[in-house]
């Protein structure tokens, strides 16, 4: 049985094991080669996982780039020393250049009308002094519909960029909509348009810079996409995609085989005897129907432990599997614990992680509620302590 961390406060924690992280790296770097690019994905922090502490290490292991949403998640990794390129994947809000120009941080453009925000904020900028062009990234909507210059404006996306002569296309980059659906025809149509539009802009004379498309999905199983640079998240923290067919996806995993990197405990804080009949939690939503013992756990929405796990799933108590009970509260979840033997008060609970021989990973979790597991882990609420393992 897992012993957990002991440490003063409220006994729910996160441990990420940053050997884990290390070998899904390297199983990234193993299958594109040597000679990609990896831009890591540190956006929310991190998937929840805490971005100044998994930047740093990715960034000691190498990394060439960190992903991340906007400018406060770019300036906060600046702040803790992250010297690689940055990019807003998401692009920016008006307002906003001054700031991006000033930490050095690479936005995307999406919308034609950023081009022209962007040229302004760069030849205002005193650093503009400076000969070197500021860089950006340039986002096509390949299919997704979501994001993104569209291929029919790629005509006025370069009439636009010949008139920003303080700018410079670093990077063109496109994002899959199903990358993890092996059956789905949209990637390759994704695919398609995205060549298209770099062959326009390279017919136009502009270089398109690092050409990068893949999510982790199209990294583990579409090797036509890897180009010049690819955008792990998910993977790096050691989960898989539900990749559709399932045949697949079996030889997906086993060709890559990540280690998940969170563990997600909490203690149990009461026990109690509940008879037949009796209800347990919020609006009554279990009912006992023998006599049990109930562990009530210091874990709950709050925390990370979704409300759609409202007697669903189970957890882990000194190696065994047990479920949850009744309704999950927002500090609270209870369990029945009893067939676990010597079951005791401050005895460790596995929501996410390993006890023993026995694991239960987020994103099994996640395909049983039917969600993703980057929604689990970013539902890692912000009062659970995070303890890095290395
Ligand atoms: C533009 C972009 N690239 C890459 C990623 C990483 O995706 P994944 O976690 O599936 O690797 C994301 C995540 O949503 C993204 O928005």
């Known amino acids: 049985m897992t012993r957990g961390i002991q440490f003063e406060g409220r006994p729910v ?28 994905v540190v956006k929310a922090n991190a998937y929840g996982l805490g971005a100044v502490e998994v930047s740093k290490h990715l960034s000691r292991l190498g990394v060439e780039a960190f992903g991340v949403t906007c400018s406060s998640e770019g300036i906060e990794l600046r702040e803790a020393g992250i010297c690689q390129p940055i990019l807003l994947l998401t692009g920016f809000w008006s307002g906003e250049e001054k700031r991006i120009l000033h930490h050095n941080l690479t936005p995307t453009i999406a919308r034609l009308d950023q081009l022209r925000l962007l040229e302004r904020a760069a030849a205002k900028s005193r650093a503009r002094k400076s000969p070197k062009k500021f860089r950006f990234h340039l986002k096509i909507d390949s299919g997704m519909n979501r994001l993104g210059i569209s291929p029919g404006q790629i005509g006025a996306f370069i009439r636009e960029y010949a008139a920003c002569p303080h700018l410079e296309l670093a990077g063109t980059f496109t994002h899959f909509a199903s990358a993890d659906d092996l059956r789905s025809t949209q990637n390759e149509q994704q695919e398609n348009i995205f060549a298209d539009v770099l062959s326009q802009l390279r017919e ?32 790096l923290y050691g989960y898989h995609q539900s990749f559709e067919p399932p045949e697949v996806a079996a030889s997906v995993k086993r060709d890559m085989r990540l280690k998940p990197c969170l563990s997600f405990r909490a203690r149990i804080i009461s026990l109690r005897e509940v008879a037949a009949g009796q209800p347990v939690g919020y609006s009554a939503k279990f009912v006992a129907d023998h006599s049990s013992r109930i562990a009530v756990i210091a874990a709950g929405y709050a925390d990370g432990i979704v409300r759609q796990r409202s007697n669903r799933g189970c957890v882990i108590v000194r190696g065994r599997l047990v479920p949850l009970v009744g309704t999950i509260s927002m500090d609270l979840s209870m369990v029945d614990v009893t067939d676990v033997p010597g079951v005791a008060l401050g005895d460790v609970v596995t929501i996410y992680g390993q006890d023993g021989k026995t694991a239960i990973h987020a994103d099994q979790i996640a395909h049983q509620i039917g969600t993703v597991t980057s929604d689990l882990l970013c539902a890692l609420g912000r009062r659970v302590p995070r303890f890095y393992i290395s």
């Open 204 to 235: 136009a004379g502009v270089s398109p810079g690092i050409v990068h498309m893949a999510n982790s999905g199209a990294i583990c199983a579409r090797e036509s996409t890897w180009s010049d640079m690819v955008r792990p998240g998910a993977v």
């Open 13 to 40: 924690w996160a441990e990420i094991s940053l050997s884990a992280i290390t070998h899904n790296l390297h199983l990234v770097r193993r299958k594109i080669g040597k000679k990609r690019r990896i831009l890591a």
